[in-house]
């Protein structure tokens, strides 16, 4: 077991064990600081993945900038602690856990399938200029002008949305 | 001018005149019906009034000329026979056949059914009956009905009734006749129910035509089994073809057995016989005249027209003319037992026609069918004398019918006395009334075939006639007076318009016995001219039967009442058996009341309708809502809900997509 | 810095069961704000899968993919964000159950 091995089923693990968290946990502040934590683990999965540039703006963006938004929303409306599910709603929950299941079986057969088909390719080199450099191509060039429109969009809608009448 | 030659020369010919006849009273009708709602003054209503009679009469000369002309045409077809060598004919009887060319009722494959008349002498006699007869009865309703509000109603009634009935005895297929049949019927109850506020009154219109339809049930059935068997409706072909075809005997139910016994359901209803007489007495609720044409010398007379219209056909099946015989015989000795103990008058009367019906079908049982028909010729005048004289009387009296409260009305009415007398002595069998010659003619020819039974019991009845009608006479119009002043002071003889009629009919009583009515049909039953000897102790043993009747009802209600009264007590369960009238109104009752009412709403109603039919659309109702109530959870509103549908959808997908290919 | 090449196989199934961890997620929370962020989840499990997709390949196309998604993710988030305020201001709960308008 290499230590990339180990140090990768560490954080993988940290992740799950996180998610589950925020998935059980009653109190969507903890969950909200448990996503903050299976994001990190991926951020560090993704280094090991050998994707540093992909890992600092999982950091930067989801961790820091997307997770501190949820943050100041669930502050502004000083949400409470959960109840507990309705009676009657176990239906949905089983339905929901089997299908759930269901789904992890197939996807997880259909990812597992093609990665052992062929090893991985050598000579991968995913540092921050060369994604740079095929960002900046003119294959990815149009959409990238166009999610910073999309952003606009987003800002504009978002304080559209969310303003109080004057 | 040639035109008018030739209009008139087309009119009168034996293609115009039968249906000019026939379209006459309904013209009548239709003008009456159209103007009856515009009729405000007493002038306009008698002009209708005038007009109802006119038609009828003119239809009488229309008729009459028919007849005398009838016999040319006959030859004349003969002749043309012969000109072209076509072979002759089996018989000599030629009927005239005239049909509405334009008017062909049914034309499908294989059934062909023209709007066709039939001329023969035994029409003749029908048709010239109905008219002439109606037409004094219309004019007796001028006086009978002058103080009725709905006089334009009654008269349009009227008209209506005749067109049908001369309709049925002239139509040359069964379902013509059967047009005619039915429309006799609607116009008996509407006629029957012709005061129809009167809940009596609307109640005997609907027991009238429920029990006729009963017989039409046998009817229809019997016209399919003719038609099956002989591939026509045609009556004269019927009778052609019912010649042709072996005699069925006793207890074979052939083709011709089947339907003429099936035909015989229908003439039972329609002509009053055991089972199905139930509606004629109750029949008198209507106005008088109406009892005295519908219910005593045509409508009611159907039946008979009909069996001897298809005479050979009765005549080749030994069981349905048996049965024939023996329905009538029943019935004549039934409803003159049950006659003795009426109180109403014209519930004598009713019970006597049923019973005179019933000698016409005897007459026709035994094979003389030709004497049937002459004794329904004599009683459609001495019936209808006695029903439009105890109309006078009900007039005089104020509108009571009860005879237990008349009594020594000679010395007031003579008229109506003088007439019914007449009428008495006619149905009674006193010669030389023509009841006598019919009656006796009726008896001789049961004695003759050898049917000793039938005739001892027409025997006995023709002495309970003498007798019953005695009775009714002697309570009528002898003795004390037993109504009251009151009534005693409205006695008054009746206008002549009234009068008028009795007196023709009276006549007629009298000289109708005198037509050789036998003779002249014969050729129509193909039967030959000479009737069969008979015994030359017959007549007086008759007439002896009938003086004996009559001398009883005097011995008991004139010389001894109180005698009667013992007798009555004594007699009590006898007494109350006819008074019942053999209890079958009550079987009826119980029948339709118990099984068909109970049953409707048991069964039929609760069971089939609500339960099952019911239950079966709401069913099919709630398991659609049902349905879309399980459905509906699709559309909860809940947003979970709508994700784990998009869940599963694409797990579906999924699957589909690694697992299925 | 490419490690051994059997990471990759353990590192999808690891996007799996995130991804379904998130799925379950979604239906088991009552607050919506946490069923977002179990939304978010499963767009992060997407992002390994191209992470480690890209690594296998030995193509930079899916890393530049994962860029395209952290920046629709955090659009999305904003805009989300801003439904919900909105939301919460006019029913005054965050309980998933109660918008149940979405229906005729």
């Known amino acids: 077991m290499t230590l990339d091995a180990i140090l990768f089923y560490v954080f993988a693990a940290a992740a799950v064990g996180s998610a589950l968290v925020v998935v059980g946990q009653r109190h969507p502040t903890y969950s909200a600081f448990a996503l903050i934590v299976t994001l990190c683990s991926l951020s560090a999965v993704f280094g090991l993945l050998g994707s540093p540039f992909i890992a600092v703006l999982q950091v930067v963006v989801y961790a820091g900038a997307i997770m501190v938004l949820f943050l100041f929303v669930l502050m502004l409306l000083s949400v409470k602690r959960e109840e507990p599910p309705a009676r009657g709603a176990w239906g949905v929950k089983a339905t929901a856990i089997g299908l759930g299941a269901v789904l992890v079986a197939q996807v997880g057969s259909v990812l597992a399938a093609s990665a052992r088909v062929t090893p991985a390719a050598p000579g991968f080199n995913a540092s921050t200029g060369h994604v740079a450099r095929l960002l900046f191509s ?24 969310a303003k109080r009448e004057m | 001018m040639a035109f008018l030659a030739w209009f008139v020369s087309r009119l009168f010919s034996l293609d115009v005149m039968p249906f000019l006849a026939l379209f006459l009273p309904l013209g009548g009708f239709i003008v009456l019906s159209l103007l009856e709602p515009g009729i405000r003054r007493d002038r306009e209503e008698r002009g209708a009034v005038l007009l109802a009679c006119t038609t009828v009469f003119l239809s009488f000369l229309c008729l009459l000329w028919t007849a005398l002309h009838m016999d040319e045409a006959a030859r004349t077809l003969a002749d043309f026979r012969v000109q072209w060598r076509l072979p002759p004919r089996a018989s000599p009887y030629l009927p005239y056949q005239p049909s509405l060319p334009w008017l062909d009722w049914i034309d499908v494959s294989g059934v062909h ?37 709905d006089r334009v109603r009654y008269f349009s009634y009227l008209n209506l009734f005749t067109f049908f009935m001369l309709l049925l005895v002239m139509a040359g297929n069964l379902p013509v006749m059967f047009i005619g049949w039915e429309g006799v019927g609607l116009c008996s109850y509407l006629l029957i129910g012709f005061w129809y506020k009167k809940k009596s009154a609307a109640d005997a219109g609907k027991k ?152 016409m079908f005897l007459a026709c049982g035994v094979g003389a ?41 000679w010395r007031k009415i003579p008229w109506t006395f003088g007439t019914f007398v007449v009428g008495t002595l006619a149905i009674a069998g006193i010669p030389p009334l023509a009841g006598f010659f019919s009656k006796d003619a009726i ?77 002249m049909l014969a050729v ?24 004996l009747g009559i001398a009883g009802a005097y011995w008991l209600y004139l010389m001894l009442p109180d005698l009667a009264a013992r007798l009555g007590a004594r007699l009590r369960p006898i007494g109350r058996v006819l008074e019942e009238k053999y209890y079958f109104d009550r079987v009826y009752d119980a029948f339709a009341s118990r099984v068909v009412v109970e049953g409707s709403r048991k069964v039929l109603w609760q069971g089939l309708d609500a339960s099952l039919i019911d239950g079966a659309v709401n069913g099919i109702g709630s398991v659609t809502a049902g349905f879309a109530r399980a459905v509906r959870v699709a559309q909860t509103g809940l947003v979970r809900a709508y994700a784990l549908l998009i869940l599963g959808g694409a797990v579906t997908v999924l699957g589909y997509l690694l697992w299925a290919r | 810095m490419s490690a051994g090449a059997d990471l990759t196989t353990p590192a999808l199934l690891l996007s799996a069961g995130l991804f379904a961890i998130g799925v379950v ?24 899968a191209f992470i480690a997709f890209s690594r296998w390949r030995g ?4 890393q530049v993919l994962v860029f395209f998604v952290l920046t629709v993710a955090a659009a999305e988030a904003a805009v989300g964000l801003a439904i919900i305020i909105a939301a919460q201001r006019n029913r005054d709960t965050l309980d998933v159950d109660s918008f149940n308008l979405l229906k005729w």
């Open chain 3, 25 to 48: 997620g979604v239906f088991l929370r009552r607050n919506v704000i946490t069923v977002f962020m179990c939304v978010e989840l499963m767009l992060n499990a997407v992002n390994l």
């Open chain 1, 138 to 161: 003119p294959a990815y060039l149009y959409v990238f002008e166009a999610t910073s429109i999309l952003i606009l969009a987003a800002l504009v809608g978002a304080v559209a949305l």
């Open chain 2, 443 to 519: 008896l001789g020819s049961a004695l003759g075939e050898g049917h000793k039974i039938l005739f001892a019991v027409g025997l006995l009845t023709a002495a309970l006639t003498a007798f019953y009608m005695a009775r009714l006479l002697f309570l009528t119009f002898f003795g004390p007076f037993r109504g009251g002043h009151e009534a005693e002071h409205h006695l008054h003889e009746s206008p002549w318009v009234m009068l008028g009629p009795l007196v023709i009919l009276a006549v007629g009583s009298i000289g109708a016995g005198f037509v050789p009515v036998p003779e």
């Open chain 2, 113 to 149: 059914v023209p709007f066709a008349l039939l001329l023969d002498r035994l029409s003749s006699v029908m048709t010239l009956v109905v008219t002439g007869v109606g037409f004094l009865i219309h004019v007796y309703s001028i006086g009978y009905m002058a103080h009725d509000e």
């Open chain 2, 208 to 359: 009238a035509f429920i029990v006729n339809r009963l017989g039409d049930a046998g009817l229809i059935l019997g016209m399919i089994a003719a038609f099956y068997s002989f591939g026509t409706f045609d009556t004269f072909a019927l009778t052609e073809g019912a010649g042709a075809l072996q005699p069925e005997k006793w207890g074979e139910f052939g083709p011709m057995t089947v339907a003429a016994l099936l035909l015989f359901v229908g003439a039972c209803g329609k002509s009053a016989q055991i089972p199905l007489h139930v509606w004629l007495p109750d029949a008198m609720e209507g106005p008088t005249p109406v009892s005295a044409l519908i219910h005593a010398a045509t409508m009611v007379t159907a039946g008979v027209y009909m069996v001897a219209r298809l005479g050979p056909l009765y005549a080749h099946s030994e069981t349905a003319i048996a049965v024939v015989a023996i329905v009538g015989t029943v019935t004549a000795l039934m409803a003159a037992t049950i006659a003795l103990v009426q109180t109403d008058i014209k519930r004598v009367l009713a019970y006597s026609t049923v019973s005179q019906l019933g000698y």
């Open chain 2, 369 to 409: 069918f030709g004497v049937g028909v002459f004794h329904l010729f004599t009683h459609a005048f001495f019936k209808a004398l006695l029903f439009l004289g105890s109309g006078s009387v009900i007039h005089a009296m104020g509108g009571e019918q009860d005879m237990r409260k008349m009594g020594g009305l």
């Open chain 2, 524 to 547: 129509v039953f193909r039967q030959p001219a000479e009737e069969g000897h008979h015994a030359a102790w017959l007549p007086m043993v008759a007439t002896l039967v009938a003086i």
């Open chain 3, 59 to 62: 193509t930079l196309d899916g």
